[in-house]
């Protein structure tokens, strides 16, 4: 996740500041730092909950992906349109990766099920 995150915002910066001759060369490491980012939160997820709450966990987890899925371009467009230049997107886009990679690397401890208390029903009084 962390070396996947940083080589997809490494190359994203590259894309925007390269030529247009030589933004190609920076959308391969791009693609291969971003599918190699892409595959482990699902997995996560489902190391996370465990049996008990995968679906849960991961149904939060898609609806946040798609919050961000409809803030982003709405985001870009205000930019562009302010701009004129798709710069700052994509700056906003690689510093998130950035921090994205830090919080892999230093604030998620180790993947493994947690243990959830299970609800039990509550007990009624007797008069």
Known sequence: MVTGQ??????????VLASSQWYLL???P?????????AGPLTFAQS?????A?????GLQNGFANLA???AP?????LIDRTGKFVIPFV????????????WAFWVDRVEPITWRRRTAPVAANP
Do not use: N
């Open 26 to 28: 920076w959308l391969v």
């Open 30 to 38: 791009l693609g291969m730092g971003s599918g190699a980012a892409r």
């Open 48 to 52: 996370l909950a465990g049996p008990h």
């Open 74 to 78: 709405a985001l870009s467009g205000f």
């Open 54 to 58: 995968t679906g849960k966990w991961t």
């Open 6 to 15: 940083t080589i997809a915002g490494i190359a994203l910066v590259g894309c």
């Open 69 to 71: 899925g409809v803030v």
């Open 92 to 103: 906003i886009t690689a510093v998130l990766l950035g921090a994205g990679s830090f919080s």
